[in-house]
């Protein structure tokens, strides 16, 4: 059977035969096949191609122990189709019980079931082989260090192999496996217990929910590289092998990356440095750079000390806890780090590539380019840089390491291992710290200004219209420290009681922040006041301490001057005062003139105040005389949403008004109705509902 079938952006094909999937899709550079043979059942393999991105690899060659089918259909639990029991593979039985010994655990797979085995013959061009892969299952979670240990192999034999599994008649030394979990001591074999959230959790990827459009298995791993040493030349044996352990249920597949199975004949030298990432030349180096923390500190809780590696790249630092050396910091978005891989003049002939071993919590494909775990060499060349392309990706994530290694055994049996360690951080967040605001003038200017910038400068600089201390100036011109002056009165000269000063900083890595200062002064403004009243002091940042409030130059704080109905209630602060609020005496009708606020700079601003009668009348005559001619209810400023209603004796409302902002000091009914008919003389009830919940009501008698 040959289909093809896609879930959104996963597409399984398998319209190939068994030679295509070898020779088509899983060899690589350097690699022929020969005798290729399947056992198990055709529909047992398949190619997966992941659009979405999110699957460890992009493409490669299924091996399963049922219909692969399954991968884009979530909702098909159906039982697999392959050998069932018919299958037998004491080699696979066992490695799948090998487990349980070098993990702790005391349990037993029965038999192995369902396989899918495809073998060929191979030569290699090169003094090694390798391929990637990725393992998952529907066993996890399930099942984990349990008897349904599904399992696969990879059986390698030829010249120079000896092992313990069994090999074909022309590989008399026997196999050995090299599908091993990495750095792993003991080398474990590759299974839903080996492998999950528990054991090795770094190389387990959960997919209990997967997104739309996902590869359907409940978990899989990292990538993987099964990789051995061989003899230029000669022909070896390769047994690919999965198979249900104990059962027949469930789905495990192994993914072979396509184009992975090569031979190579190269070696990674020199570590990994920081350098200026593509379109960003003009980035300043980690020697020249101000503004840079002594250690980078992140949301999640974790630091690392930045000053103390920079001083000493050779010292060991705490990354995730453990101590351990770090070849490069690099920024997300605006460094990046390189790694040189030279080859033998002897391989230059050929076109190569190279699969170096990824590791850490930053993610191939998201953190850094996903393909950088490949090295093309073409032929005639013998070094090639490496960039590991480090992006930033707009998330929150701390600290993140990428370790990158290569080992092989090169033409004389020698093992080659070189590791680097790269700590990848988020973009530094720029910090801007103003400095103290002192005293405006009295011609009411300003100097405000910022103190020690804290990110990654030399920044660039907005601020009132001026730009300055980009990094292309002279390295003199940079700064974190810096000043300007802002005039803070209006066109009349009076002071403005807030003022909103933006500033933009674009550090190196092209991010900008805007960063407001705001500014507050004590500014007093008109009011009315009943008399007899005590209302909040109408002064705008009047939680601001001034130096006195003054009338006809005398003070009015906690005072009463004479005739002056106004006293001022304040309380002490050091030498100045907090003004709490303004109490008016009883007056006859009103009184009215201008009072003066003196701030702790010395800055005046005036202010008209009226103190009014607010008897609530009981009889008005609105007949335009220009005496009596409304009814009003006053002292409401501060109250926006106050409201007064009249009826009429029927209980019919006439008139509703209602104070819509804070200085609104009276409402009024000037005796007509809502249509502007004047309404008939006689006796009216009013109710006034204060917004802070005060209710009052009278009689009023309308006379004409």
């Given at each position: 059977?040959?289909?093809?079938?896609?879930?959104?952006?996963?597409?399984?094909?398998?319209?190939?035969?068994?030679?295509?999937?070898?020779?088509?899709?899983?060899?690589?550079?350097?690699?022929?096949?020969?005798?290729?043979?399947?056992?198990?059942?055709?529909?047992?393999?398949?190619?997966?191609?992941?659009?979405?991105?999110?699957?460890?690899?992009?493409?490669?060659?299924?091996?399963?122990?049922?219909?692969?089918?399954?991968?884009?259909?979530?909702?098909?639990?159906?039982?697999?189709?392959?050998?069932?029991?018919?299958?037998?593979?004491?080699?696979?039985?066992?490695?799948?019980?090998?487990?349980?010994?070098?993990?702790?655990?005391?349990?037993?797979?029965?038999?192995?079931?369902?396989?899918?085995?495809?073998?060929?013959?191979?030569?290699?061009?090169?003094?090694?082989?390798?391929?990637?892969?990725?393992?998952?299952?529907?066993?996890?979670?399930?099942?984990?260090?349990?008897?349904?240990?599904?399992?696969?192999?990879?059986?390698?034999?030829?010249?120079?192999?000896?092992?313990?599994?069994?090999?074909?008649?022309?590989?008399?030394?026997?196999?050995?496996?090299?599908?091993?979990?990495?750095?792993?001591?003991?080398?474990?074999?590759?299974?839903?217990?080996?492998?999950?959230?528990?054991?090795?959790?770094?190389?387990?990827?959960?997919?209990?929910?997967?997104?739309?459009?996902?590869?359907?298995?409940?978990?899989?791993?990292?990538?993987?590289?099964?990789?051995?040493?061989?003899?230029?030349?000669?022909?070896?044996?390769?047994?690919?092998?999965?198979?249900?352990?104990?059962?027949?249920?469930?789905?495990?597949?192994?993914?072979?990356?396509?184009?992975?199975?090569?031979?190579?004949?190269?070696?990674?030298?020199?570590?990994?440095?920081?350098?200026?990432?593509?379109?960003?030349?003009?980035?300043?180096?980690?020697?020249?750079?101000?503004?840079?923390?002594?250690?980078?500190?992140?949301?999640?809780?974790?630091?690392?000390?930045?000053?103390?590696?920079?001083?000493?790249?050779?010292?060991?630092?705490?990354?995730?806890?453990?101590?351990?050396?770090?070849?490069?910091?690099?920024?997300?978005?605006?460094?990046?780090?390189?790694?040189?891989?030279?080859?033998?003049?002897?391989?230059?002939?050929?076109?190569?590539?190279?699969?170096?071993?990824?590791?850490?919590?930053?993610?191939?494909?998201?953190?850094?380019?996903?393909?950088?775990?490949?090295?093309?060499?073409?032929?005639?060349?013998?070094?090639?840089?490496?960039?590991?392309?480090?992006?930033?990706?707009?998330?929150?994530?701390?600290?993140?390491?990428?370790?990158?290694?290569?080992?092989?055994?090169?033409?004389?049996?020698?093992?080659?291992?070189?590791?680097?360690?790269?700590?990848?951080?988020?973009?530094?967040?720029?910090?801007?710290?103003?400095?103290?605001?002192?005293?405006?003038?009295?011609?009411?200017?300003?100097?405000?200004?910022?103190?020690?910038?804290?990110?990654?400068?030399?920044?660039?600089?907005?601020?009132?219209?001026?730009?300055?201390?980009?990094?292309?100036?002279?390295?003199?011109?940079?700064?974190?420290?810096?000043?300007?002056?802002?005039?803070?009165?209006?066109?009349?000269?009076?002071?403005?009681?807030?003022?909103?000063?933006?500033?933009?900083?674009?550090?190196?890595?092209?991010?900008?922040?805007?960063?407001?200062?705001?500014?507050?002064?004590?500014?007093?403004?008109?009011?009315?006041?009943?008399?007899?009243?005590?209302?909040?002091?109408?002064?705008?940042?009047?939680?601001?301490?001034?130096?006195?409030?003054?009338?006809?130059?005398?003070?009015?704080?906690?005072?009463?001057?004479?005739?002056?109905?106004?006293?001022?209630?304040?309380?002490?602060?050091?030498?100045?005062?907090?003004?709490?609020?303004?109490s008016a005496d009883v007056v006859e009708l009103q009184w009215s003139d201008t009072l003066i606020l003196v701030d702790t700079c010395g800055y005046v601003t005036k202010a008209f105040m009226r103190v009014r009668d607010c008897i609530i009348p009981n009889v008005f005559t609105p007949d335009n005389s220009g005496k009596n001619d409304n009814f009003r209810i006053r002292g409401l400023d501060g109250f926006a949403g106050s409201k007064l209603i009249v009826y009429n004796r029927y209980g019919t409302v006439v008139c509703t008004k209602e104070t819509v902002s804070d200085a609104e000091f009276e409402l009024v009914w000037n005796g007509n109705f809502a249509n502007g008919n004047p309404a008939p003389a006689g006796v009216y009830q009013w109710v006034l509902l204060r917004a802070d919940g005060l209710k009052d009501s009278g009689e009023l008698s309308l006379m004409r």
């Amino acid at each position: 059977m040959s289909e093809t079938l896609t879930h959104a952006q996963v597409e399984i094909d398998q319209s190939f035969t068994i030679e295509e999937y070898v020779n088509d899709l899983l060899l690589g550079d350097g690699v022929s096949a020969s005798n290729i043979t399947l056992i198990g059942d055709p529909i047992q393999l398949a190619k997966l191609t992941d659009g979405s991105g999110n699957f460890s690899v992009e493409s490669g060659l299924v091996l399963s122990c049922g219909d692969p089918n399954r991968l884009v259909d979530c909702g098909n639990d159906a039982n697999p189709t392959g050998l069932g029991n018919a299958f037998d593979d004491p080699d696979l039985l066992e490695v799948a019980n090998s487990v349980p010994t070098l993990i702790g655990e005391g349990f037993t797979v029965s038999s192995v079931n369902d396989g899918c085995v495809l073998e060929f013959d191979f030569e290699a061009g090169g003094d090694s082989i390798s391929f990637n892969y990725v393992f998952g299952s529907d066993e996890y979670l399930s099942f984990v260090n349990t008897e349904y240990n599904d399992i696969f192999a990879f059986f390698l034999s030829g010249p120079g192999i000896s092992g313990p599994y069994a090999a074909p008649a022309g590989f008399p030394d026997g196999a050995i496996n090299i599908a091993q979990v990495p750095n792993s001591d003991p080398l474990l074999p590759v299974t839903i217990s080996s492998v999950n959230d528990v054991t090795n959790p770094e190389y387990y990827i959960d997919n209990q929910t997967p997104a739309p459009g996902d590869v359907c298995i409940n978990g899989y791993t990292t990538t993987f590289t099964a990789a051995a040493a061989v003899q230029c030349g000669e022909t070896y044996h390769i047994k690919l092998a999965i198979a249900d352990g104990t059962d027949t249920f469930y789905e495990s597949i192994v993914v072979l990356e396509a184009g992975s199975f090569s031979s190579n004949a190269v070696a990674l030298e020199a570590e990994a440095v920081p350098f200026v990432a593509d379109g960003l030349e003009d980035i300043v180096p980690y020697a020249d750079a101000i503004g840079l923390p002594n250690n980078f500190i992140y949301p999640n809780g974790e630091t690392f000390p930045f000053s103390d590696w920079y001083a000493n790249n050779n010292i060991a630092v705490t990354v995730d806890g453990q101590s351990t050396l770090v070849d490069a910091i690099i920024i997300e978005g605006c460094n990046d780090a390189q790694f040189t891989v030279i080859r033998s003049e002897e391989e230059a002939a050929e076109t190569d590539t190279l699969y170096l071993n990824l590791a850490g919590s930053a993610q191939l494909g998201l953190d850094y380019a996903e393909n950088f775990n490949q090295v093309v060499m073409g032929p005639g060349q013998v070094e090639s840089i490496v960039t590991l392309g480090v992006v930033d990706d707009g998330f929150n994530e701390g600290i993140e390491t990428a370790e990158i290694t290569y080992e092989y055994i090169n033409g004389c049996g020698e093992l080659i291992s070189t590791t680097s360690l790269v700590v990848i951080v988020d973009p530094i967040p720029i910090e801007a710290i103003p400095a103290t605001v002192e005293c405006q003038t009295l011609d009411g200017e300003q100097e405000l200004g910022y103190t020690d910038m804290v990110g990654y400068g030399p920044f660039n600089y907005e601020w009132a219209g001026d730009s300055w201390g980009n990094a292309t100036m002279d390295p003199s011109a940079w700064t974190t420290s810096f000043d300007s002056v802002f005039v803070m009165t209006d066109n009349n000269g009076q002071l403005i009681d807030t003022h909103v000063i933006q500033l933009v900083v674009t550090d190196q890595c092209g991010n900008s922040i805007v960063h407001e200062q705001e500014v507050l002064y004590p500014v007093i403004f008109e009011t009315e006041i009943c008399g007899g009243d005590v209302q909040e002091f109408p002064a705008y940042n009047a939680g601001i301490a001034v130096s006195d409030v003054l009338y006809n130059g005398q003070s009015l704080i906690n005072t009463t001057l004479g005739s002056t109905p106004l006293t001022v209630d304040a309380m002490a602060v050091g030498d100045n005062w907090l003004l709490e609020g303004i109490s008016a005496d009883v007056v006859e009708l009103q009184w009215s003139d201008t009072l003066i606020l003196v701030d702790t700079c010395g800055y005046v601003t005036k202010a008209f105040m009226r103190v009014r009668d607010c008897i609530i009348p009981n009889v008005f005559t609105p007949d335009n005389s220009g005496k009596n001619d409304n009814f009003r209810i006053r002292g409401l400023d501060g109250f926006a949403g106050s409201k007064l209603i009249v009826y009429n004796r029927y209980g019919t409302v006439v008139c509703t008004k209602e104070t819509v902002s804070d200085a609104e000091f009276e409402l009024v009914w000037n005796g007509n109705f809502a249509n502007g008919n004047p309404a008939p003389a006689g006796v009216y009830q009013w109710v006034l509902l204060r917004a802070d919940g005060l209710k009052d009501s009278g009689e009023l008698s309308l006379m004409r």
